[in-house]
């Protein structure tokens, strides 16, 4: 018999991953529910035609176009100008954080976040063997600011994950406090006198609440941050896989030094660059998404549950005893959440209007 040489640390194991069902109202892994306009479909068809006339040949490795968008997307969104250089990208913004832990993490170095966050991060550290440490956050999900400067003191972390808005929790780190991290993070990298890098992944940052600014603000002054974005969320791109980030040069080529060559696609960076032609249709939708998000917390907060405050376009709330029997409740009504975060509390994506009364019609069902 033939025994393969699995590696100790993927004993028991098994592939991330919500559960893909075919229901009606699938409200389980924070989509955007609008697909992409008629017109959007065009253009995406047309530039990934064009790109495919040169398929024999390796697409560029360093994307200088969509670079280029990218930074004047960000421009528009959160009025913040980062050059083109100071942008990466990738297959999704899991693959961006892949490679930032690949180019700074790794054997003997700690990888540092606050639970309840996204499930992915400790499979970036597993996946990267480098040291997991999760610390709690306070009550309101909100960072408490004393366990954070404890943690980083003692764990010295090459890399610590920051998700504002924060999934499962929706909730937005606030600028001061983000502040007072990087001011922390000066110096309490692995080795003496070195810094740890603050990834603050805004996977949901175009949901955010007026007022609410983003890290990007905080980019020209602080070499070891990085702002993680994608195109899944907001953009309703999510089967494109293209995320990216913004960061300081050094950082940026530190990350070109363990990317695969060539691994984004001709067809993704065309298929990208058609998308983000198309951003301005897409403010009115997000502001759309946005009034839903409140009203579905507020409905939420109407049949006498705890609601989490969101900036992301999904709402965490509870508290149920056994939450498995209201999201299986739920699924036989024909809608599908997600029984993620602390015990006892769900999670719902925002759909669109009908399928966010569906949802709340079968909740009142189950209860
Ligand atoms: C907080 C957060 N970051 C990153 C991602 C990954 O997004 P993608 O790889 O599609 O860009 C997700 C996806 O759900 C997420 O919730």
Redesign the pocket.
Known sequence: MIILPKRPIFAGESPYGAPQLNVPVCLN??ENPYAPSESLVQDIANAVADAAKSLNRYPDRDFPALRDDLAHYLADEAGVTVAPENIWAAN???EVMLHLLQAFAGPGRTVVSFAPT?S?YPEYARDTDSTWVAAPRAEDFQLDMSIVRSVLERERPAIVLL?SPN?PTGTALPQDQLAEILEIAQETGPDTGTASIIVV?E?YAEFRRVGVPSALELLNANPHLVVSR?M?KAFGA?GLRL?YMAASQEIVDQVRIVRLPYHLSALTQAAARAALRHRAALRGQIAELRASRDRLAADLSGLGLAVAPSDANFVLFGTFSDRHAVWQGLLDRGVLIREVGPKGWLRVSVGTPAENATFMAALKEVM
């Open positions: 892994v924070n999704g913004s899991n996204y992915m998700a999934n992944d996977a994608t899944s999510a995320g």
